[in-house]
């Protein structure tokens, strides 16, 4: 299989000059400064010859002391090896232009809208740069870039103006102040595009089509977003989708704080998955201060780690049964008393029910306590009959079958040019997880399937999740057996988190999917940037061509197939 | 406007009946009456009591989840909990609700919305913000695109604070903007 090692030596062979300051640290991840003028050539080169087909985003970073903008590009191999190229574009702050991957890889649609929206960075050759998180009245502030000046004042509800349209709807707007205006956080004037509303009617073609709105507010999803269907009859033409309704700017938030106190809040980026979102971001400050946990940590955080997967993939299938039948609420009901069960397993050890902030920069927080041995293996006894149940119940019922067979097929080489990841993925005969791919803590060590289907539909989509949780029960059960007594806190973590300079990149399986966090220190107590690569992000970005020529009454079985996470989609 | 204008009675009974009053006001006035004269007497007479023991046994509140503290709302509504024994139930649209819960941050893209919200749903109508973020803006204070006071857009009733809160605390702010329905002492004033 490839090594990192080999890629690098190839791309020197093949673009001598080009690739700048190379190394390979830690064994599979592969770091390059490229020219600027030739990373489209060499993205193009890495993903016909040595099968990086899986681009998983973008990060931009201000370098002000340079006067510089770098942009990296994160690029993987759903399979072909394990390695993942890191290749960063410098371009000058003056004038920021770095070449648009749209044209190689579909899913940097997104990555660069949101870097272009945040910094200010164009990207040649883009299609559609138009703004995906912020308002509109934030658009040409640039708010990530470092010399943003604080944040606008919109403490004092009296400025919210309302007006009357002439349709009879409400309309309320914050105009900027003038203080606001010369202070430079507000734009003076507003770039030229189309809204989202214009966009979305300069393609209605025919009177016979019309657009259906989903949304912000929408019964059961968790957390607002916009769908809006363009429909011909009982037919979905073209779906559009808006996020950003609850974006809270937490990657520059994380700029002003310290590393620990940057802990809390990558709990609220994805409150289902808060302990997946601490160990990516910890393992990413672990990278850079050179420290491992002792083995008791590990353990206790695969421990914790795979029972909120468990309730995360609970709740995600009660809330998707709700929204296919949605006058029939006791299927919900149901999983949430086993999610209940599994709740208490954990709040046993974290002390919280959702925002844990339990892992620690070389450990965890505290001890498992007395009791919790025998406590959670009878509720993973209990949880592990119920799925069984659960699964029998979704197989002999014929509406259930006939309602999601077939509906929203995502093949192989669909899901994998889209850049979904978990789950869906998985469902699309794609073993493609990164408790293998990317081994993280104890996994390389522990008996555990990638659970797999073939048919790729919504059914599939959700006996993967089902099979998974029976799969944790199976990891929790294995690792409290094997369990060390041992310290959990490594021995060598200073007082003060002052990483050295430089970047890391770490990556875990969160519940839905592929979760990493990009972290650059410049010796200081606070990160010079911290970027957050999502699951959810990316299925949302699918979510529009897959929706394309269903019927409307599919829409919310494939839309909630998803799993969707707003928060993270909007962070 | 007396009797007489409408159906013919003698003089001396119309006069008469001017001076007959209820709660202190002429009957005249309760005879030939509007819906908001009916308003003002049930505001006045001990009625209101009645109709608010009923409202506040009877508070759907709207299906919104924005945050983390929507996860708890969604437990909340499940057993374990089980808002259903206080009359305390989920809808998931604006037109069938009694109760707005803020469960989460309010963007400056995301207000409108919910104003819109708050103006679907029909009369009488009360506003909960729960968690930190609902209520000053929680962890989230500095960022830029995040609206601090809440209580400047809603007249936000109960306040329930916790990062999220658990669905105890739910149940307690619903407890707590009972007894304030009850003892007539909420914002909008039913």
């Known amino acids: 299989m490839k090594t990192a090692n080999d890629v690098l030596s190839a791309l020197q062979s093949a673009f001598p000059g080009v690739i700048e300051e190379a190394k390979v640290a830690p064994e599979r991840q592969l770091w390059a400064t490229v020219k600027p003028e030739r990373i489209v050539e060499v993205c193009k080169y890495l993903r016909d010859n040595h099968g990086f087909d899986h681009y998983s985003g973008a990060v931009g970073v201000d370098r002000i002391d340079e006067g510089l903008f770098e942009v990296t590009e994160l690029l993987a191999s759903h399979g072909a090896h394990k390695v993942v190229a890191l290749l960063k574009v410098k371009t000058p702050r003056a004038n920021p232009r770095v070449k648009s991957l749209t044209g190689l890889y579909w899913n940097a649609n997104w990555y660069e809208r949101e870097i272009w929206e945040m910094l200010g960075i164009d990207f040649e050759g883009h299609p559609e740069l138009y703004p995906l998180l912020l308002p509109d009245e934030l658009v040409g502030a640039w708010p990530w870039r470092k010399d943003f000046k604080g944040y606008p004042d919109v403490t004092t509800g009296e400025r919210a103006i309302e007006t009357i349209t002439p349709d009879g709807y409400t309309k309320y707007h914050i105009p900027p102040t003038q203080a606001e205006i010369e202070a430079g956080t507000v734009p003076a004037q507003r770039p030229k595009y189309p809204t989202f509303r214009e966009r979305e009617e300069m393609e209605i073609k025919e009177t016979s089509e019309m657009i259906l709105h989903l949304g912000p507010q929408h019964a059961l999803v968790p957390g607002p977003f916009l769908l809006d269907i363009l429909v011909d009859g009982e037919r979905v033409r073209k779906a559009f989708l808006d996020v950003g309704y609850i974006h809270k700017g937490i990657e520059k938030i994380m700029e002003n704080r310290t590393y620990v106190q940057g802990i809390p809040i990558t709990d609220r980026l994805c409150y289902m998955a808060a302990l997946t979102n601490n160990e990516a971001y910890c393992g990413a400050v672990e990278r850079l201060l050179g420290i491992e946990p002792p083995e008791r940590a590990q353990y206790i955080r695969v421990i914790t780690q795979e029972l909120s997967r468990i309730q995360s993939h609970l709740l995600g299938t009660a809330e998707f049964l709700t929204l296919i039948a949605s006058p029939v609420y006791s299927p919900f009901l149901y999983m949430i008393i086993d999610r209940e069960d599994v709740i208490s397993c954990i709040e046993s050890v974290t002390g919280a029910r959702i925002n844990h902030s339990f892992v620690r920069f070389g450990g965890v927080r505290n001890d498992l306590p007395d009791g919790f041995k025998d406590m959670t293996l009878d509720a993973l006894k209990m949880v592990r009959e119920k799925t069984e149940e659960y699964k029998e119940l979704f197989l002999s019922d014929s509406i259930y079958k006939r309602r999601m067979e077939g509906i929203g097929v995502l093949s192989p080489s669909e899901a994998r040019r889209l850049g979904v990841s978990g789950p869906p993925l998985r469902a699309s005969d794609t073993p493609y997880d990164m408790r293998r791919e990317d081994p993280y803590l104890l996994y390389k060590d522990l008996d555990f399937d990638v659970i797999t289907r073939k048919e790729g539909d919504s059914k599939a989509r959700i006996e993967v999740r089902l099979d998974e949780i029976i799969e944790s029960c199976y990891i929790v059960e294995q690792c409290l057996d094997q369990i060390p007594s041992g310290p959990i806190m490594a021995d060598k973590v200073p007082k003060r988190i002052r990483p050295d300079p430089g970047e890391a990149y770490y990556r875990v ?38 929706l394309e020529g269903v019927y409307i009454a599919d829409v919310v079985a494939i839309a909630g197939s998803m799993d969707a996470c707003t928060s993270e989609v909007d962070r | 406007m007396g009797i007489s204008d409408v159906i013919p009675v003698p003089v001396a009974v119309d006069e008469e009946l001017e001076k007959w009053t209820i709660w202190g006001r002429p009957l005249t006035d309760v005879w030939f009456t509007t819906t908001e004269k009916i308003h003002e007497i049930i505001d006045m007479g001990p009625i209101k009591n009645v109709l608010n023991w009923g409202r506040k046994n009877s508070l759907w509140f709207l299906m919104q989840p924005m945050g983390c503290c929507g996860v708890e709302m969604l437990v909340f509504g499940c057993p374990h909990y089980d808002c259903d024994r206080f009359g305390i139930f989920p809808r998931a649209t604006p037109r069938q609700v009694d109760v707005m819960i803020i469960s989460g941050y309010i963007t400056r893209k995301y207000l409108p919305a919910i104003k819109d919200l708050w103006e679907e749903m029909p009369e009488p109508k009360w506003v909960m913000a729960i968690g930190e973020c609902a209520i000053s803006g929680g962890p989230f204070y500095d960022s830029y695109n995040i609206i601090n006071n809440t209580d400047r857009f809603f007249p936000i009733d109960v306040y329930v604070p916790g990062c999220p809160p658990r669905p105890e605390k739910f149940i307690e702010g619903f407890r707590a903007l009972q007894e304030k329905i009850k003892q007539r002492k909420d914002k909008r004033g039913y």
Request: no cysteine; glycine share 10%.
């Open chain 1, 509 to 546: 399986e969160d519940h839905r999917g592929e979760m990493g966090f990009f972290v650059v220190s410049d010796g200081t107590d606070k990160p010079v940037k911290v970027k957050a690569r999502g699951p959810v992000y990316a299925y949302f970005q699918a979510l529009p061509p897959l």
